[in-house]
């Protein structure tokens, strides 16, 4: 069973301030998938990452896939209220179901 | 349609009853996923369709859950005799191709509270 341990489960963090959310397996996967959940809505894709080693940037979040595509890293810098919310990893391989880890629950103070 | 559309957005059954779920995937998608959520975090895969063909069900409770996704007609999931730890969010979410590599774009979900 492939599992995505997602760290931390909880992060309540300054205005302005960087954080870090990482998810890491066992198992390799094809691609990794980030999604950002709002109470009350579905999950939004925020960015795949498929290559080993792959750097993608979204405004001040910064997504890493591990070169040996197990682990993946979300940095946000500077963040805002707005950033608050759920941030979900999910991993893809082959034709199995996404594997989701349990998420991170950010509240961003003003 | 541009999005996936759940109903109802929230749903209260009595335990023991029956509850129906519909999902309209976006328009084009071959694709249907089912996911539980519970404790406001966790998902968990029940069940996939590639167009009205099952796909991958290997996440779904052998006794009371069943879906459907039948041509020109909402993809449903239905459970029966429902128990107190069925109450979740339930999310579908529809993908234009299979699973790897493949956004997933989610409903707004359905809460179920089983009384």
Known sequence: TQLLEQSPQFLSIQEGENLTVYCNSSSVFSSLQWYRQEPGEGPVLLVTVVTGGEVKKLKRLTFQFGDARKDSSLHITAAQPGDTGLYLCAGAAGNTPLVFGKGTRLSVIA | ?115
């Open chain 2, 1 to 115: 349609g541009e999005e996936v559309a759940q109903t109802p957005k929230h749903l209260v059954r009595g335990e023991g009853q029956k509850a129906k779920l519909y999902c309209a995937p976006i328009k084009g998608h071959s694709y249907v996923f089912w996911y539980q959520q519970v404790l406001k975090n966790e998902f968990k895969f029940l069940i996939s369709f590639q167009n009205e063909n099952v796909f991958d069900e290997t996440g779904m409770p052998k006794e009371r859950f069943s879906a459907k996704c039948l041509p020109n007609s909402p993809c449903s999931l239905e459970i029966q005799a429902t128990k107190l730890e069925d109450s979740a969010v339930y999310f579908c979410a529809s993908s234009l191709k299979g699973v790897s590599n493949q956004p997933q774009h989610f409903g707004d979900g359905t809460r179920l509270s089983i009384l």
